[in-house]
C-alpha cells in the first residue's frame, strides 16, 4: 500500500473509532435508561398486583366476615326464641305418685336448665363476637395477635383463638388436670 492509502485508511479508521465511541456510550446509556424504565415499570407492576392480591384477600376476608355475622346474628335470634319456648313449656314442680317418675322429671328438668345455660354462655360470646366485628378486631387472635384462619372462623365464628394457641392451651388444660 502507498502512504496515502495507508494515511486514508488510518483517518478511517480513526473516524469511526471516534464517531463509534460516542455512539455506543449513548447507545449503552439509552440502554441503561430503557433497562431501569422497564425495570421500574415492572416494580410497580408487581406492587399493583400485589396490591390487587391483597385488596382481593382482603375484600374476601371482609365479605366471609359479613356473612360470618350475619349468620351469628340468625343463630341469636333463633336461640332466643328456642328459649322463650321452652320456658313456655318448662313444667313446674310436680308430684308424681310414683318416686320413679318423679326423679325422671327432675333429671329432665336439671337437663334443660342445663342446656339453657349453655345457651346463655353462647349468646353472650355471639354478643361479644358480633361487637368485635363491629369493631374491626374479630378474627385475630389474643393471645398472638395474629390472624384467625377464615376457615376457623367459619367453623367457630366465636373463637378468640388461632389454632395453634388454641391447641396450645387445650394441651396445657390437659397436662394441668394429670392426662
Do not use: H
Not at 160 to 167: A, E, N, R, S, V
Request: glycine share 4%; aromatic share 2%.
Amino acid at each position: 500500500m502507498t502512504k496515502k492509502k495507508k494515511k486514508k485508511t488510518l483517518v478511517k479508521k480513526s473516524i469511526r473509532k471516534k464517531t463509534a465511541t460516542p455512539r455506543k456510550k449513548v447507545t449503552k446509556a439509552k440502554t441503561k435508561t430503557r433497562k431501569k424504565a422497564v425495570k421500574s415499570v415492572k416494580k410497580v407492576t408487581k406492587q399493583k398486583k400485589t396490591k390487587t392480591q391483597k385488596t382481593t384477600k382482603s375484600s374476601m376476608r371482609e365479605k366471609k366476615i359479613a356473612e360470618i355475622k350475619k349468620n351469628l346474628l340468625s343463630r341469636r335470634e333463633n336461640l332466643l326464641r328456642e328459649a322463650e319456648e321452652a320456658l313456655n313449656i318448662l313444667p313446674g314442680e310436680i308430684n308424681f305418685p310414683d318416686m320413679g317418675d318423679q326423679a325422671t322429671a327432675e333429671s329432665d328438668r336439671d337437663v334443660m336448665l342445663r342446656l339453657r345455660d349453655r345457651e346463655r354462655m353462647l349468646l353472650k360470646k355471639i354478643d361479644e363476637a358480633v361487637e368485635r366485628i363491629e369493631n374491626n378486631t374479630f378474627g385475630i387472635c389474643e393471645e398472638c395477635n395474629n390472624e384467625i384462619g377464615i376457615k376457623r372462623l367459619a367453623a367457630r365464628p366465636v373463637t378468640t383463638f388461632c389454632i395453634d394457641c388454641k391447641t396450645r392451651q387445650e394441651e396445657e388444660e390437659r397436662i394441668a388436670e394429670g392426662g
